[in-house]
Nanobody, 119 residues
């Protein structure tokens, strides 16, 4: 089993910054794509950004130029640096990862961390 634990959420004023972290632990042989999703109240969960094990990235249009996803493969950790935050970035942010164990690739979710941006 694989556990994903997020940290770094909180309350910040518009224009501020936060850095989210997500650590993967448990029994696995490798981790593939790692991603951040978010879900605002009353909306569907949406992809914010993802990063491959080789470092290639993709961002939602709404966060391009403001958010940066990165990962440390040695620490099984993915980060999301969020700058120039806007009230519309308020949401629960979830970590997501593909991990291989027992020759099977499975997808895992973290519990989520709340990000609130005040105007």
């Amino acid at each position: 089993q694989v556990q994903l634990v997020e940290s770094g959420g909180g309350l910040v004023q518009a224009g501020g910054s936060l850095r989210l972290s997500c650590v993967a632990s448990g029994r696995f042989s490798s981790i593939g794509i790692m991603a951040w999703y978010r879900q605002a109240r009353g909306t569907n969960r949406e992809l914010v950004a993802h990063i491959s094990s080789f470092g290639s990235t993709k961002y939602a249009d709404s966060v391009k130029g403001r958010f940066t996803i990165s990962r440390d493969n040695a620490k099984n950790t993915v980060y999301l640096q969020m700058n120039s935050l806007k009230p519309e970035d308020t949401a629960v942010y979830y970590c997501n990862a593909d991990a291989r164990a027992d020759d099977r690739l499975r997808n895992y979710w973290g519990q989520g961390t709340q990000v609130t941006v005040s105007s």
